[in-house]
């Protein structure tokens, strides 16, 4: 607050009060004005913050009776018209502020009879004694800023397909909001003060060396600017509680597991009209009984019987939540080939699919009829002197 603003501004007016109003009625209309205007009841409401801020500016000086007292002195002491522009217009001024302020007046009789500063004068040691501690508090214009919220961190457990097919789940959260006892002022009657440490902003400076100063968070008032004169006994006195929801959130298509998906504003709502926090959401995928995944692809392992390997054939393969498709199998395919089937997978972010990979597995059977044991005997003498292993053992030897 400047000195300018200090003299010139009515914070009777403001507070709508008469000159002579009581401590009892200052305190009620402040009250009252407090609960009408404050950010948190009015949400997005600039003309409503602004309004708070003017109210909590004129409480700060007038329901401190000291700082009253030196206000009404001195707007006595201007006759209440403010301040008068010199020659030099717009701020300049026709005294000297510093020494009218600062007490620099001559100490004793001059020319014309005591000074401002003189010994015994009006105000003592002069009106740097009056002023000094109020000009330079930061003022009621540096207080209660908007605050964002705080971010919220929360996790789900997704089946395979819900992940690959995207899902909206139910999400029960808690989370810091404004108290509702209090409408978030943490003050049992909604009427905080000032906190007069951080005068309002929520911050204290302290040196950091070499000419830089470091800015943290207010102690007193937990960086919140403001404290309770009778703390609220549900949050007590901080303005925040726990808050639980369920909100039913998004899970896109083609989310991974172990994924941290940010969802804006969707966090602990704000202070004062300030933006509420974003919600990330790790994802958990549970594992499917016969599909599996590799990127934007899934996989699937499919068991072939020897004839269908050797011979060649078709083969009908499941899709993930579709129609089987069908794959032609070349003659001779070994086990282990991996075969494509072309947009079958898990949807891109651009909404395409990528692909099916199919492994082929090529099936023993563990027992033999008589007539299969027969035609395999038969197939092993007419492959007889064919051995799949030549080389091996000169190839792990290096020759």
């Known amino acids: 607050m400047s000195t300018k603003d200090f003299i010139e501004k009515d914070f009777y007016k403001v507070l709508g009060v008469p000159k002579d109003a009581t401590e009892a009625e200052i305190k009620k209309a402040y009250r009252k004005l407090a609960r009408e205007n404050h950010p948190d009841a009015n949400t997005g409401d600039a003309r409503a913050e602004d309004r708070f801020k003017d109210v909590s500016e004129a409480y700060d000086v007038l329901g401190d009776p000291k700082r009253r007292k030196e206000y009404d002195e001195a707007r006595a002491l201007f006759g209440a018209g403010g301040f008068r522009p010199g020659p030099g217009g717009g701020g300049q001024f026709n005294f000297d502020l510093g020494d009218l302020f600062g007490g620099t007046g001559p100490q004793g009789p001059g020319p014309a009879g005591p000074g401002p500063g003189a010994a015994g004068g009006g105000f003592g040691g002069g009106l740097g004694d009056v002023f000094g501690g109020l000009f330079n508090r930061g003022g009621a214009g540096a207080r209660t800023q908007p605050r964002r919220g705080q971010d919220i961190e929360s996790e789900v457990t997704l089946s395979f397909t819900e992940a690959v097919a995207g899902a909206t789940v139910p999400l029960r959260m808690s989370s810091s909001a404004a108290c509702k006892s209090c409408s978030g002022t943490g003050d049992k009657n909604g009427t905080p003060r000032v906190c007069p440490t951080c005068v309002g902003t929520g911050q204290v400076s302290r040196g950091g060396g070499g000419g830089f100063s470091l800015t943290d968070p207010c102690v007193d008032c937990r960086g919140r600017g403001l404290i309770a004169q009778d703390p609220c006994p549900v949050c007590r006195g901080s303005g925040r509680a726990t808050s639980s929801r369920t909100m039913q959130v998004r899970i896109p298509a083609g989310v991974d597991d172990g994924q941290r ?3 804006r504003g969707k966090g602990a709502p704000g202070e004062r009209g300030g933006p509420s926090g974003d919600l990330y959401v790790v994802v958990h995928v549970d594992e499917h009984p016969v599909f599996g995944r590799r990127g934007d ?8 019987t020897f004839p269908e390997a050797a011979l060649g054939g078709e083969i009908k ?9 069908t794959l032609k199998l070349p003659p001779g395919t070994p086990g282990g080939r991996t075969m494509r089937a072309r947009g079958k997978g898990a949807v891109r972010k651009d909404g395409t699919r ?3 990979l199919v492994t082929i597995e090529v099936s023993v059977p563990r027992d ?22 030549e080389g091996l053992f000169e190839a792990a030897r290096g020759e």
Request: glycine share 12%; hydrophobic share 40%; aromatic share 2%.
């Open 297 to 304: 692809n899934l996989t699937i392992t499919v068991p072939v």
């Open 261 to 263: 998906i940010r969802l």
């Open 368 to 389: 033999l009829g008589d007539k299969a044991r027969r035609a395999l005997e038969d197939y092993r003498a007419a492959v007889d002197g064919e051995d799949p292993r």
């Open 354 to 356: 990528g692909d099916l």
């Open 317 to 325: 393969v499941p899709t993930l939540g579709g129609p089987p498709v």
